[in-house]
């Protein structure tokens, strides 16, 4: 089905079509339409227009009125525009008819994407998120990257984008020299029953990790060997890079495990980590150093740029290659860069990594834009998030001052989310294992919401008591809009039916609720453009909050009026509940028909 006509952009055309009619010279003026407390929509363009033309802005917007047609009746249906007049210095202020608004919000509903628009040629994005390193444990500080990237692929998914996934583990380095040759003389360690069990991975290399290093910090002999290990690694030896793999292999057990209670699908073809660039890493230094965008610097292949200078006035420089010959995460970088371009032919690379490393991305895009592997057409964006606090506003730690692992973290998200549930679930006749179900569904989407609906680049404060609450903005408070609407429509009679009647006039809160209703694509869209998932979350709230105003004044299955009344009303229940569940889908988060 083609994509539904916002009512606000069929305003926008019936205003610009009479600027031009009215004012040939205005021609391609910007009516400048917003939303408005004063009426539907304001229209503000004329100020600007009468100050081009140098005419009087009411005068001006008074020859447009005289081309806007206007309903003679809010049951007109061939009219969207109910009322129009010039107020102030020259504002349009406008109503929208109420039959607009319900045949607008029928032609979404009769549109399973409710009228979100899909351009499967928008291009290819690669995303890279969702990064923890091989053994070792995921903690707090791994959340918002694994949240708000998956957020952004559901959301650039579903207006169409191809996204590839990168996640680009930390699964090389000198440690692993250490580990391997560690597992070498203690070939039992890594040895488990459940190699389902996330736990029991993590628990394995979490012991092995410590003996490994306690005997690295003690035993001088054992230091070397496991230096050496590392050139072993580097190198390709069949035993060591075997070792290495089981590595891999056994933190992507505990990974997955992790990702699946955050309920984020996390593939295994999609994992591509920093030894995925390897190969790359020396013809990435060649290119740089031949072409002059790199230079030698002490014996290191360094990138220099006249903004970036340290604390002492000089510059501060990207160093790609050390001068012992090893290579650093700028060189995997801009392989990195090199592959997604050329190979996986992106359009959009998009990294969601933490701010603190913004410097660090600003200069290897910036190389990468000199080398001409980012040009006019291949934009590479940070999108860069704040860190999670907890109550006093400081980073998130444990009472014992340890960064919280995330995996304790979500669990007690859920404890907290199951007793919720259970308080509520008397009525509803839930089973222990639905009310768990339930609570994990909450519990994880209280801890998503929290996240989404701060602006990435801001810091947020963690406390669980209030992402469980049913009050304010929360997850629950949403997903409860949504059950309260399903027990809503499992409740009415046969005979009562979602039926939309453009012909019926509007309650305050119904008008209210539909306007909103029917800035869901663009909404959607906006968001998609510019990967801020927290103004979907915002937007959700506000349906959830424009509900709840709808339920406590307009009843509806005892509605007085009619058979119609009952079914408009139940017709604008079932677009907002579809409206709720499909934007929470888009958020990563589950939506339990009873709650």
């Not at 210095?89 to 319900?102: K, Y």
């Not at 009769?110 to 290819?124: C, H, I, K, N, Q």
């Not at 292999?249 to 699946?260: A, G, H, P, Q, R």
Request: negative net charge; glycine residues 6%; contains cysteine.
């Amino acid at each position: 089905m083609a994509s539904v006509p916002s009512l606000a952009a069929t305003v926008h055309q019936r205003i610009a079509d009479a600027l031009s009619a009215a004012l040939p010279e205005a021609a391609s003026a910007d009516p400048l339409l917003r939303r408005s407390d004063r009426a539907d929509f304001q229209a503000n363009g004329m100020l600007a227009l009468a100050k081009r033309l140098k005419g009087n802005p009411r005068e001006l917007a008074s020859k447009v009125v005289d081309r806007i047609p206007v309903a003679p009746t809010s049951a007109d249906p061939d009219e969207v525009i109910a009322d129009i007049e010039v107020s102030g210095p020259g504002f349009l202020n406008i109503s929208i008819a109420d039959s607009a608004i319900t045949a607008t919000l029928a032609a979404r509903a009769a549109d399973e994407r409710l009228g979100v628009p899909y351009a499967p040629e928008a291009g290819t994005t690669v995303i890279d998120y969702a990064q923890p390193n091989v053994a070792k444990e995921m903690h707090v500080g791994h959340l918002r990257s694994a949240v708000i990237g998956d957020a952004v692929v559901r959301i650039l998914e579903f207006t169409g984008e191809k996204v590839i996934r990168r996640h680009h583990i930390g699964d090389w380095g000198t440690q692993f020299g250490m580990l391997i040759q560690y597992l070498i003389e203690h070939p039992h360690e890594l040895d488990h029953k459940d190699v389902a069990s996330g736990e029991e991975a993590m628990s394995n290399l979490n012991r092995l990790y410590k003996s490994a290093r306690a005997l690295f910090d003690s035993d001088a002999e054992f230091k070397e060997r496991s230096r050496r290990r590392v050139v072993d690694l580097q190198a390709g030896d069949e035993e060591t890079v075997a070792l290495w793999r089981r590595f891999v292999d056994e933190s992507k057990i505990y990974f997955y495990s992790v990702f699946d209670k955050l309920d984020i699908e996390i593939r295994d073809p999609d994992v591509v980590g920093e030894s995925g660039y390897n190969d790359m890493l020396a013809e990435t230094c060649r290119l740089l150093e031949e072409s002059g965008v790199a230079v030698r610097s002490e014996g290191a292949l360094c990138v220099f740029f006249d903004d970036v200078k340290g604390p002492d006035g000089n510059p501060v420089p990207l160093i790609v290659q050390k001068s012992d010959g090893g290579f650093g995460y700028a060189a995997t970088d801009l392989s990195a860069i090199r592959d997604r371009v050329q190979q996986l032919k992106a359009d959009r690379l998009l990294y969601v990594v933490d701010a603190r490393q913004a410097l660090h991305f600003k200069m290897v895009f910036e190389t990468a834009r000199r080398m001409g592997w980012l040009n006019e057409r291949v934009h590479a964006v940070q999108l860069a998030f704040g860190t999670v606090l907890g109550k006093d506003g400081k980073p998130f730690k444990t009472r014992a001052g340890e960064t919280v692992r995330l995996e304790d973290l979500l669990d007690e998200a859920s404890e907290r989310a199951v007793a919720v549930v259970r308080e509520k679930s008397e009525k509803l006749g839930l089973t222990e294992e639905e009310i768990l179900e339930r609570g994990g569904q909450v519990g994880v989407g209280a801890v998503k919401y929290a996240d989404l609906s701060t602006s990435a680049s801001r810091d947020y404060k963690f406390d669980l008591d209030q992402m469980v609450s049913l009050n304010g903005d929360t997850s629950v408070y949403l997903q409860y809009a949504y059950a309260r609407i399903q027990s809503i429509l499992r409740r009415a009679e046969a005979d009562q039916k979602p039926v939309a009647h453009p012909e019926l006039p509007l309650t305050p809160a119904e008008r209210a609720m539909g306007l909103h209703l029917d800035d869901f694509a663009e909404t959607v869209a906006s968001v998609a453009a510019t990967y801020e998932p927290h103004k979907l979350a915002a937007y959700l709230y506000q349906l959830a909050s424009l509900f709840t105003t709808f339920y406590d004044q307009c009843p509806v299955l005892k509605a007085e009026g009619g058979p119609a009344v009952v079914e408009n009303r139940l017709f604008l229940c079932e677009i907002t509940a579809r409206t709720l569940r499909q934007g929470m889908s888009l958020l990563g988060i589950r939506t339990p028909e009873r709650l």
